[in-house]
T-cell receptor, first 110, second 115 residues
Framework: GNSVTQMEGPVTLSEEAFLTINCTYT??????LFWYVQYPGEGLQLLLK?????DKGSNKGFEATYRKETTSFHLEKGSVQVSDSAVYFC?????????FGAGTTVTVRA | DAEITQSPRHKITETGRQVTLACHQT?????MFWYRQDLGHGLRLIHY???????NKGEVSDGYSVSRSNTEDLPLTLESAASSQTSVYFC??????????????FGPGTRLLVL
């Protein structure tokens, strides 16, 4: 079956620090991969996605590369801001359905 | 603007009562989904629908049901609420016609407390 494993949090960083959240997956076939972000009290928003191997998704300074050889889709941002404090979810899609990781809570201190 | 809405946003109920959570989208999307969010589990799929009159069970469907009588709505019913169903519920939709490029869009969530 499909599954997503992402690094456990919480993660606490200072402003302008480098952020990495690891995500690995198990799936049949060739899934699409996503990062969603959930700000406090809100629903999930798509942050970025990649639909095939070696694709790089990017948005708002965040990047993630679809690595088929390591079955990974790690999220990175070079310089975080307080406004990046949120819960981040890695997900894969097969047959229109999403499978989510457990989520990583990120807190950025000024 | 097209959107996806959920109601109520907060609900308190008692064990054994029937509860229905509403989800309405105005994008004319074929696909609709219900998830529950619990700490340590991320989001887990409850039920989903690929079109009118189509419904399917997800990984945590026990105690829940859905019906799809039109494109816009997918209500989620808890037949007899249990304390284990205390959670935050999210509805989502996507456009099947994008054929593998579709993105799921999420509603704001309903926070349900079963006492």
């Amino acid at each position: 079956g499909n599954s997503v494993t992402q690094m456990e949090g919480p993660v606490t960083l200072s402003e302008e620090a480098f952020l990495t959240i690891n995500c690995t997956y198990t799936a049949t076939g060739y899934p699409s991969l996503f990062w969603y972000v959930q700000y406090p009290g809100e629903g999930l928003q798509l942050l970025l996605k990649a639909t095939k191997a070696d694709d790089k998704g990017s948005n708002k300074g965040f990047e993630a590369t679809y690595r088929k050889e390591t079955t990974s889709f790690h999220l990175e941002k070079g310089s975080v801001q307080v406004s990046d404090s949120a819960v981040y979810f890695c997900a894969l899609r097969n047959d229109y359905k999403l499978s989510f990781g457990a989520g990583t809570t990120v807190t950025v201190r000024a | 603007d097209a959107e996806i809405t959920q109601s109520p946003r907060h609900k308190i109920t008692e064990t054994g009562r029937q509860v229905t959570l509403a989800c309405h989208q105005t994008w004319n999307h074929n696909n609709m989904f219900w998830y529950r969010q619990d700490l340590g589990h991320g989001l887990r799929l409850i039920h989903y629908s690929y079109g009118v009159q189509d419904t399917n069970k997800g990984e945590v469907s026990d105690g829940y049901s859905v019906s799809r009588s039109n494109t816009e709505d997918l209500p989620l019913t808890l037949e007899s609420a249990a304390s284990s169903q205390t959670s935050v519920y999210f509805c989502a939709s996507s456009d099947q016609r994008q054929g593998g490029q579709e993105t799921q869009y999420f509603g704001p969530g309903t926070r349900l407390l079963v006492l």
